[in-house]
């Protein structure tokens, strides 16, 4: 038993005033100290009276909207989307948006309610010219190096791009990491000189009527409608170590294709909204950091009084989007970070945050990016991350890295054998533990308050029992999801302001419980969290 879990058990005891209070909950002290185990239920009346964690949902407690979770189709979909046999890809496409339920009542995919297509810049057709070494890190482009286009790219991405649609996703969005080499300063997908975009102003309009052709034709083509261009990525990298494709940009560069984006936008007639500015770090969302000129992005484009300001164009979405990479470890870096990207965002309560990508990249107290886990560690890790961005930073979507991944490393929801025609399929809980936010917190919901009896803050909590409550502002109706981190079993018990009845319970955690359907149970009865888990409470 952790030891601040036994000092709060403690201090519990010493203000009592009652001889017979004190005995009772001595003996759940003691309970918890021989190893209480996991049960779907409360404890049997007959084992005596026990001591829960009492969390109180307060709806009248409204914070952000939630808009969607999702991932992306970098890179993999490419090769998986048009060669794989047709039973794999629907069976992983099923993994990712299905909402049905298997006949157990489980989940049979997390439903995710977001989807990222990267519109490549034509590293691919170069080849081993193109300066990336690795194949499965190019990309097609629609143009041509003659600038002429061919419509009949990227069939892997559209095939996906489809089956989400076909399975109910609401929203998507097509994002660059580099302009089409037909139009960069050197002709790669990354970038020479480091220091600023890889593409020339002049060559602004012809990018900017690119894009809008490409998300034009695909909606036409494929008949799906995206809601977001994202035309930089991480433009505090200097991009020049041909890894990936991508570019660096200047807040006075984004600005300046901003504006040449959104008229495009305009004279085309489309209904699309451009999303800024994908920042590398959050730090760079409310401060310069260590890249002036292309940090403090919160201000360069949603104040009125900058240079750089944007946020009043008609086709730019009121958000700004950033990375959660390198923010997670220490604990304090972890709060801290958020805390400071909430303190700004509250300047500018008209700009939503969309922590738009994550994986497990740093360092840190548990895993490390480098080698694939399919366990349950990393899957904490991951859901830790994703309460503090929704709760501390206030995200408004929240969206994984890699949807699948080839690699040897923790950055995949599903993972395959590196083969571009055929291969083994592995779910990994990373998958599943998304799935106990993206499967329930459907597009609208809101977040609401949560009261726990023990008035402890979430940093003193992220290696314990971590809750968060969402509400369909239609029904009225709410879902919770609790983390628990640590390796023991916590009693809760969960209560709402209004009136509630029943709720249904979907557990990830070792073993074979990928979000599975655990118990329909009453709101008055006394939950085991099991050790190092994620539980769902649906609302019925």
């Not at 990267?118 to 629609?142: A, H, K, P, V």
């Not at 709060?335 to 990508?357: C, F, G, H, N």
């Not at 029904?475 to 009693?491: C, D, E, H, R």
Request: contains cysteine; negative net charge; glycine residues 8%.
């Amino acid at each position: 038993m952790p030891q601040e879990e036994l000092l709060f058990k403690i201090q519990i005891i010493k203000n009592q005033n009652s001889i017979t209070r004190r005995m009772r909950i001595l003996v759940s002290v003691l309970a918890f100290l021989c190893g209480i185990h996991s049960c779907e239920k409360g404890p049997n009346p007959d084992d005596g009276p026990k001591e829960f964690l009492t969390i109180t949902i307060k709806p009248t407690q409204a914070y952000q909207t939630i808009h969607n979770f999702g991932a992306s189709d970098a890179w993999s979909c490419q090769f998986i989307g048009k060669n794989w046999p047709l039973s794999k890809r629907n069976q992983m496409a099923d993994l990712l948006f299905s909402v049905k339920m298997k006949s157990d009542g489980s989940p049979a995919g997390i439903g995710l309610s977001s989807w990222r297509m990267n519109l490549g810049g034509g590293s691919s057709e170069q080849g081993s010219g193109s300066g990336i070494q690795d194949e499965w890190r190019r990309s097609e482009s629609f143009m041509n190096s003659d600038k002429t286009y061919d419509w009949n790219k990227q069939k892997g991405q559209r095939w996906f791009v489809k089956a989400a649609k076909d399975r109910g996703v609401d929203y998507f969005t097509a994002f660059v990491n580099s302009p089409p080499v037909a139009l960069t300063k050197n002709g790669k997908a990354y970038s020479s000189g480091g220091k600023s975009a890889n593409i020339s102003e002049e060559y602004y309009p012809e990018f900017a009527e690119y894009l809008v052709r490409i998300v034009d034709e695909i909606e036409s083509k494929d008949g799906v409608h995206f809601d977001y261009l994202s035309p930089f990525n991480e433009p505090q990298w200097d991009w020049t170590n041909s890894g990936q494709e991508g570019s660096p940009w200047l807040n006075t560069e984004m600005a300046s294709f901003t504006r040449a984006l959104n008229q495009e936008i305009t004279d085309s007639d489309i209904d699309i909204k451009i999303e800024i500015a994908e920042a590398a770090q959050i730090q760079y969302l409310y401060s310069s950091y260590n890249r002036p000129g292309r940090g403090d992005q919160i201000v360069a484009f949603f104040d009125e009084k900058s240079d750089t300001y944007v946020g009043n164009l008609d086709h730019v979405a009121q958000q700004i989007a950033g990375h959660s990479y390198f923010t997670t470890w220490d604990l304090s870096h972890f709060l801290d970070t958020r805390k400071l990207l909430a303190s700004k965002l509250s300047q500018y309560p008209e700009v939503e945050y969309i922590m738009s990508e994550y994986t497990l990249l740093e360092n840190n107290e548990v895993v490390r990016g480098q080698g694939r886990d399919l366990g349950i560690i990393p899957a904490l890790y991951m859901a830790r991350v994703i309460h503090a961005d929704l709760t501390l930073a206030g995200a408004s979507s929240w969206q994984w890295w890699l949807a699948i991944s080839p690699y040897d490393y923790k950055d995949g929801l599903i993972y395959t054998t590196l083969n571009k025609s055929d291969g083994t399929v592995y779910e990994s809980k990373m998958l599943w533990a998304l799935g106990n936010y993206s499967r329930f917190i459907r597009p609208g919901m809101i977040r609401i308050g949560v009261h726990r009896d023990d008035l402890r803050s979430l940093e003193q909590t992220t290696g314990g029992v971590m809750i968060s409550s969402f509400q369909d502002p239609i029904t009225g109706k709410t879902i919770t999801v609790a983390l628990n981190y640590g390796s023991n079993s916590i009693p809760v018990k969960i209560n709402k302001d209004s009136d509630a009845i029943l709720c249904r319970l979907y557990r990830t955690s070792a073993g074979n419980e990928n979000l599975k359907f655990i118990t329909e149970t009453s709101f008055e009865e006394p939950i085991r969290l099991a050790p190092q888990s994620i539980t769902t409470f649906v609302e019925q």
